[in-house]
């Protein structure tokens, strides 16, 4: 069911952005008198689950959800409609237009996309508020894997800044880690305060591994595993284990960590329920592990920062929460297109972009992954790629510029070039998808 849940809103998230990414060129197009002869919800080669003709244009929908299109007259598009463009231009025909007015048409959906994700993030903002855990509040620091450590990180360390800049929002410290190629980072160590050097080639390693740091927390047991020693103990839901064969063990870290050190050998775990205090004997196996998984609710040891707004304010900061996000998402692509840093390893397809959504039905999680994905789908198309809006606005830049326009037989060309190079992205991208689901297992 959780499956469903995901497929399902990714499909209606897609599905409103492609039509409105569409809209847009079909407004500018319309605006111009430039004929539209088609506009389609996904793809449709052979055959359409359904479609209707309202004046000029055949609206409808595909059976392949890939994107959406529309066909205008007198343009090299996907459709590669070769006979239309040998005979005389019309002056409905796109090909018949002015420059700026063939660049409005063909920048419409980006525009469209971006203005969208504007909107979505301030309704968000309006309706929910804003939540986030503010680093000052993370009172017991840090919880550090091998990577960290190997760093010069430690358990406790409370960060402090990023290359002598505050660190604000704890959860986007590692991204801001990662995206702005921080040079240092100065932690508290009990009182002292303390510089750590990123070391050279970090981002592949944090890219494979992005929680290479987690919030300290004390540890409240919240499940068992199918065979738990713990259970068998008598540990339930909700102690909190403070001690292991008399010694103090306060955080979920300390405890796992000393636990290792009695593998095939039976300890005292010692824990808070209520206001008693319990001891059990725990036999640990070669694991080293005894079943348990802490409380993973942050909310329940920390603080958060509430900000609600009001109609009139939530529209400024949704418009600086969208610009955040496009630079943010440029960042990123800057690191796939690096090839020190490995980043194009971890592109991925539909797969990935499904697995981004709640596995319950949630409308703020939903809205606020289409603003994203509308923030995505506008700066991926901009992309200079011939087949894409990008690479149209490339030649007709170049045309505005020289004063000269491309042939239609390069245009014809360059879109056949473009389609073979988004082909190869796209299985590239849904191949690395497939081919870590099947490491995984």
Known sequence: MEVVVKVAQFLLSISILVVLHEFGHFA??????????????????WFSLFKFKKGETEYGMGWV????????????????????????????????????????????????????????????????????????????????????????????????????????????????????????IQVNRNGNQIDIEVPEGLTPKLLKNPAFFTVRIPFYIDEFAKESPAKEAGMEREDQIIGLNGFKTDFFDVFRDSLSNYKNQEVNVTVLRNKDTLTFNVAVPETGLIGIAPVGDISRFFELEEIQYSFLASIPAGINKGVETFKSYLKQLKLIFSPKTEAYKSLGGFITIGKIFPGVWDWQSFWAL????????????????????????????????????????????????????????????????IFRHFISK
Do not use: C
């Not at 500018?28 to 080669?45: I, S």
């Not at 509308?374 to 992309?383: D, K």
């Open 370 to 433: 289409t603003a994203f994905l509308s923030i995505i789908l506008a700066i991926m198309n901009v992309l200079p790629i011939p087949a894409l809006d990008g690479g149209h606005v490339m030649f007709l830049l170049y045309e505005m510029i020289t004063g000269r326009k491309p042939s239609d037989k390069f245009m014809e060309y360059a879109q056949i070039t473009g389609m073979i190079i988004l082909l190869a992205l796209l299985i590239y991208a849904n191949g690395n998808d």
């Open 65 to 184: 959800p890939l994107g959406g299109y529309v066909k205008i007259s007198g343009m090299i598009d996907e459709s590669m409609d070769k006979e239309q463009m040998k005979l005389p231009p019309q002056p409905y025909e796109f090909r018949s237009k002015k420059s700026w007015q063939r660049l409005l048409i063909m920048l419409g959906g980006v525009m469209v996309n971006f203005v969208t994700a504007l909107i979505i993030y301030s309704a968000v903002l309006y309706v929910w508020g804003e939540q986030y855990l503010p680093n000052k509040n993370v009172k017991y620091g840090i919880m550090v894997d091998s990577l960290a450590y190997d760093m010069g990180l430690r358990n406790g360390d409370k960060i402090v800044s990023l290359d002598g800049k505050p660190a604000e929002d704890f959860t986007k410290i590692v991204a801001e880690l990662v995206l702005d190629e921080t040079k240092t």
């Open 28 to 45: 500018f197009a319309k605006l111009f008198k430039t004929r539209v002869e088609k506009f389609y919800l996904f793809f449709n080669p």
